[in-house]
Every structure is written in structure tokens, then in C-alpha cells.
Nanobody, 121 residues
Framework: QVQLVESGGGLVQAGGSLRLSCAASGGTFSSYVMGWFRQAPGKEREFVAGISWSGGSTIYADSVKGRFTISRDNAKNTVHLQMNSLKPEDTAVYFC??????????????WGQGTQVTVSS
């Protein structure tokens, strides 16, 4: 099973940007559909963005469309989430996930430990 480690979270003002990274090891990264999920305090974990194994297909939650961009580098076993025009409601712990089902936006079995993103107003 693939192991995932996220990085890049932090505190940013509303309107700012952050780039999250997820490094994978222990599996065949290029065969996994990858995704990002987030969980705010008191709320359920929700889908944010997903990317196909080749990077040719991406899907986003409506709340982040036009502001977030997911990408991957199969040569480096990494997936990224570029987050622009951040809003206070984007504050959450962001999790990387491997094995996402894109059409249903459901997660696979492999999760990272999460990285905190806090957006101040």
C-alpha cells in the first residue's frame, strides 16, 4: 500500500495562495488516481480535487473550481494542490488520498496524515 506525506500547509490571509504537496512511496504511484480531501472542525471530510493516473483528467468540488489546481509529477511521485484566492471557509486539514474514484469523488484506502491550512479574514 502506498504511503503518503503532505506538506505545504500554513497560515495565510484571505486572497492569498498556498501550494500543498503530497509525496508518495511504497507503491506504483503512476497507477493511482490521486486526490485531495479536507476536513474542517465539526464537519465531515469532503472531496476537493482529483486527478487521473496520467494527469489528463481532473475534477474539482464546486466550491474550489477556478481557484484550485491539482497536478501530479509521476517521475517524482508527487501530487500538488495550488490554492489561489483563498477564503476563510477554506480553513481545514487537507489530506492526500490514493485510489480515488473520480466519477463518484470517493476516496481510496490510502491517506496521508494531513496538513493544516488556516485562512484569516
Amino acid at each position: 500500500q502506498v504511503q503518503l506525506v503532505e506538506s505545504g500547509g500554513g497560515l495565510v490571509q484571505a486572497g492569498g495562495s498556498l501550494r500543498l504537496s503530497c509525496a508518495a512511496s511504497g507503491g506504483t504511484f503512476s497507477s493511482y488516481v490521486m486526490g485531495w480531501f479536507r476536513q474542517a472542525p465539526g464537519k465531515e471530510r469532503e472531496f476537493v480535487a482529483g486527478i487521473s493516473w496520467s494527469g489528463g483528467s481532473t475534477i474539482y468540488a464546486d466550491s474550489v473550481k477556478g481557484r484550485f489546481t491539482i497536478s501530479r509529477d509521476n517521475a517524482k511521485n508527487t501530487v500538488h494542490l495550488q490554492m489561489n484566492s483563498l477564503k476563510p471557509e477554506d480553513t481545514a486539514v487537507y489530506f492526500c488520498n490514493a485510489g480515488v474514484t473520480l466519477w463518484s469523488m470517493k476516496p481510496g484506502d490510502s491517506w496521508g496524515q494531513g496538513t493544516q491550512v488556516t485562512v484569516s479574514s
